[in-house]
């Protein structure tokens, strides 16, 4: 059981990490990339999730 518990723990903490936002964020922006996969432009949602959370994850960190 202690295999087991450990197994999870290092996925949730290499996963997750420090902040679940991001996690969080990376989930839906694979997501809504997956649902618009039929047109032409979803490649873009990537590179705009990755500026917009980074600067969000930059802005969170920085504040006092």
Same mark, same amino acid.
């Given at each position: 059981?202690?295999?087991?518990?450990?197994?999870?723990?290092?996925?949730?903490?290499?996963? =997750?990490?420090?902040d679940?936002? *991001?996690? @969080?964020? &990376?989930?839906?922006?694979?997501?809504?990339? $997956?649902?618009?996969?039929?047109?032409?432009?979803?490649? =873009?949602?990537?590179?705009?999730? *990755?500026? @917009?959370? &980074?600067?969000?994850?930059l802005?969170?960190? $920085?504040?006092?």
């Open positions: 059981m202690r295999v087991i518990k450990g197994f999870f723990s290092f996925w949730y903490d290499f996963i =997750v990490g420090d679940w936002t *991001v996690a @969080v964020a &990376v989930i839906a922006a694979l997501l809504v990339t $997956s649902l618009l996969a039929h047109l032409a432009g979803a490649w =873009v949602v990537l590179p705009l999730a *990755v500026l @917009v959370f &980074v600067g969000v994850s802005w969170k960190a $920085s504040r006092p």
